[in-house]
């Protein structure tokens, strides 16, 4: 695993199909700050689980790109991912873990 360096730490959880992909995993910045007016279209991160109830960590990270915004209010975590992308990190697919993201 590769070393992180200069992340933000926030929360994540998956959302299901449709998803709005163009290659690789999809993530919706969840806030709004994330989404920043639309210019995080396109950005990828890097995240890694850090922690979340019953152990749901899964060693290793998943990249994913940044192709909506939560449309919810308010948003139920920092960064929403697409199923196949969280389980690459979580072992529980209904969990709401904390996560560490690089761009």
């Not at 998803?19 to 995240?47: I, K, M």
């Not at 890694?48 to 019953?54: E, I, M, T």
């Not at 152990?55 to 975590?77: E, L, N, Q």
Request: some cysteine; glycine content about 10%.
């Amino acid at each position: 695993m590769g070393l992180f360096v200069h992340g933000d730490v926030g929360t994540a959880a998956s959302y299901e199909p449709p998803y709005t992909l163009s290659s690789g995993e999809s993530v919706r910045g969840g806030e709004r700050r994330l989404w920043d007016n639309g210019a995080a279209c396109g950005r990828r991160y890097r995240l890694r689980c850090l922690s979340g109830s019953n152990r749901p960590c899964k060693d290793g990270t998943v990249d994913v790109t940044v192709v909506d915004y939560c449309r919810k209010s308010p948003c139920p975590s920092t960064i929403l991912l697409s199923t196949s992308a969280f389980s690459a990190i979580s072992k529980s697919p209904s969990a709401k873990i904390n996560a560490e993201y690089i761009q």
